[in-house]
Nanobody
Framework: EVQLVESRGGLVQAGGSLRLSCAVS????????IGWFRQAPGKDREGVSC????????YYADSVKGRFTISSDKAKNTVYLQMNSLKPEDTAVYYCAADRLRIWGTRPLRCDPEVYDYWGQGTQVTVSS
């Protein structure tokens, strides 16, 4: 069974930091991209940051460049999102998700929610002003 389990959500003050983790099981981790997505009330789900476990490629949304860092620990099958200099606009439910890149060949990294197949339960991040 494929499972993605997020942790480390919470309430933080503007300017603060938070690290989210996504523990993945039930799939060949090295063949997948793992992405972080977020959804605020009334808004579409958007890609925040994604990483390819096939070649290490990363993607960051313009709104988080320089503030967020994604990393993958293959020994633990876990992906992290380090969030620094948090802003109230970062408030959302954050989800991690998996997209298989290596099947017959290898596909390029994308960070669009519609291409991701497996999803975690989501975790609330609230940034107060």
């Amino acid at each position: 069974e494929v499972q993605l389990v997020e942790s480390r959500g919470g309430l933080v003050q503007a300017g603060g930091s938070l690290r989210l983790s996504c523990a993945v099981s039930g799939l060949p981790f090295d063949d997948y991209a793992i992405g972080w997505f977020r959804q605020a009330p009334g808004k579409d789900r958007e890609g925040v940051s994604c990483i390819s476990n096939t070649d290490g490629s990363t993607y960051y949304a313009d709104s988080v460049k320089g503030r967020f860092t994604i990393s993958s620990d293959k020994a633990k099958n876990t992906v992290y999102l380090q969030m620094n200099s948090l802003k109230p606009e970062d408030t959302a439910v954050y989800y991690c998700a998996a997209d298989r890149l290596r099947i017959w060949g290898t596909r390029p990294l994308r960070c669009d929610p519609e291409v991701y197949d497996y999803w975690g339960q989501g975790t609330q991040v609230t940034v107060s002003s």
